[in-house]
């Protein structure tokens, strides 16, 4: 069975770090961009970071650009978005996404997880 399985969220202050993590199983994930999205309630979602297949390439929206980090360790199939610095408006499911296509496009991005919940409250 294909599946993205993310864990990491949770609550946290105000100026502090979490670690996501999105697990790919029954496919590699060497041959997939991924994309990490996320959508807070009431609000549509929003494209958080992507890193190429080849690992050469990462985007990050203006958002969190400079706060987060997007790593990928094809050996474990796994992807993570560092955050750091982490803001109360950052609060939001967040999914990660996988796709045999481009960053570019990660708007098109389709296969995707159910999503942790990063909350960022004092």
């Known amino acids: 069975q294909l599946q993205l399985v993310e864990s990491g969220g949770g609550l946290v202050h105000p100026g502090g770090s979490l670690r996501l993590s999105c697990v790919a199983s029954?496919?590699?994930?060497?041959?997939?961009?991924v994309a990490w999205f996320r959508q807070a309630p009431g609000q549509g979602r929003e494209g958080v970071s992507c890193?190429?297949?080849?690992?050469?390439?990462?985007y990050y929206s203006d958002s969190v650009k400079g706060r987060f980090t997007i790593s990928r360790d094809n050996a474990k199939n796994t992807a993570y978005l560092q955050m750091n610095s982490l803001k109360p408006e950052d609060t939001a499911l967040y999914y990660c996404?996988?796709?045999?296509?481009?960053?570019?496009?990660?708007?098109?991005?389709?296969?995707r997880g159910q999503g942790t919940q990063v909350t960022v409250a004092s």
């Open positions: 890193i190429s297949k080849t690992n050469d390439s990462t």
């Open positions: 029954g496919f590699k994930l060497d041959y997939y961009a």
């Open positions: 996404t996988a796709d045999s296509g481009i960053c570019e496009s990660w708007y098109s991005f389709g296969f």
